[in-house]
């Protein structure tokens, strides 16, 4: 609901799966890796990834190649996906959950192929792997681009993420994995280069399309965008979101998104994007429900009371415990960001005058 100027993680167990074999590099090459290093195991990377430090895509991408890269960078553990992707860092990232190993063999490439990643690690090095964790990391903080509070304020087990309608980080964000976002077509051929310097690997697509006051696309021609400058960079190791439709009736909202789906033939997504502003929890959950039929991870980016000038802080502090608990115990939303972190003056503000946080805010990272 924000406009340009201002700019299914569910909790995993330690199970075996199927790997996706992908031809281009073979797992014999495990036995001439640079002296210190060895394969650790094929393991699932969906959702949040499991090697954030740093990461490059190459076509001449090979296990040694990553580790040199890696290596070079100072970390301990390197990670071939895709066959072109290397991924790298010291440990687990956290904000993934419980890293799962994948079934694996040494006859032949089982492993490296979509959300499987073959994990290289220097010998001496200790693996950091996470347990079960007590918090998901699902919330998100919609930052938006004139706040000059400091996120740290909502550091905690509870907040996985940060974005602010734009493709660059928040300056003072040094704590959150920040999300790029394409706001509209404007600026969109600059994208993958400001994501990447900016150390995304999420990017988000356009900002309720279906509204005049908002991106104001039409299905057809934010397909066409997303299949040339979006989709591809799937392949390029982004994780992508559809464009982020409000739950407005028809044409707007769902039907918007059907539209743009049906005209988006052969583009890469992984998480459909949603935004709500409605009036309680049962028309919250129902729209939630509705973009359930396909059959992908959930990312409601923002969401709040449609009567929001009436609402006091006392109406928030009643509704937001019943959408967080909806949302914290619905398996199909991977992400949510209540549109809150600011200070307005109103009672959806999760920051006061003086940067502390106000009983919404204390709410939101309990």
């Not at 934010?222 to 979101?241: D, M, T, V």
């Not at 805010?361 to 309990?366: A, C, D, I, P």
């Amino acid at each position: 609901m924000f406009t340009a100027v201002l700019s299914s993680l569910v909790t995993f167990g330690v199970v075996s799966v199927s790997a996706n074999a992908i031809p281009p590099q073979e797992r014999s090459v495990t036995k001439t890796l640079p002296t210190g290093w060895s394969f650790v195991g094929c393991k699932v990377d969906v959702g949040d990834r499991i090697l954030v430090a740093a990461n490059q895509v190459s076509s001449a991408n090979t296990p040694q190649n990553c580790i040199s890269f890696c290596s070079g960078k100072g970390y301990t553990m390197a990670g071939v996906e895709f066959a072109q992707e290397c991924w790298c860092g010291s440990a687990y990232n956290p904000v993934a959950g419980t890293v799962q190993t994948a079934s694996d063999s040494d006859s032949g490439q089982t492993c490296g192929g979509s959300s499987r990643i073959q994990v290289y690690q220097q010998s001496g090095s200790t693996t950091t792997t996470p347990g079960a964790p007590t918090a998901t990391g699902r919330r998100g903080l919609a930052w938006p681009a004139d706040n000059n509070f400091d996120p740290a304020i909502f550091k905690s087990s509870k907040v996985g993420f940060l974005y602010n309608w734009g493709h660059n980080n928040t300056p003072k964000n040094k704590d959150f994995p920040f999300y790029s976002m394409q706001w509209n077509g404007n600026g969109i051929s600059t994208l993958e280069a400001d994501a990447r310097a900016a150390g995304a690997t999420t990017i988000l697509a356009f900002n309720e399309p279906d509204l005049g006051s908002q991106a104001n696309m039409d299905p057809t021609t934010a397909a066409n965008l997303y299949k040339q400058w979006i989709s591809p960079l799937s392949a390029k190791g982004f994780k992508l979101a559809t464009p982020a439709v409000t739950n407005g009736g028809a044409p707007t909202g769902i039907t918007w998104l059907d539209s743009f789906l049906a005209a988006c033939t052969g583009c890469t997504f992984d998480y459909i994007a949603l935004h709500w502003y409605g009036g309680w929890i049962d028309d919250f959950t129902a729209f939630i429900n509705s973009a359930k039929k396909y059959n992908k991870p959930i990312y409601l980016t923002e969401f709040g009371l449609a009567w929001d000038a009436d609402a006091q802080a006392s109406n928030y502090l009643e509704f937001l415990p019943l959408a967080l608990s909806y949302l914290d115990s619905e398996p199909a939303v991977a992400k949510y960001a209540f549109f809150g972190a600011f200070h307005s003056g109103t009672g959806k503000d999760m920051i006061n005058a003086n940067g502390t946080l106000t009983d919404l805010g204390k709410l939101y990272v309990s």
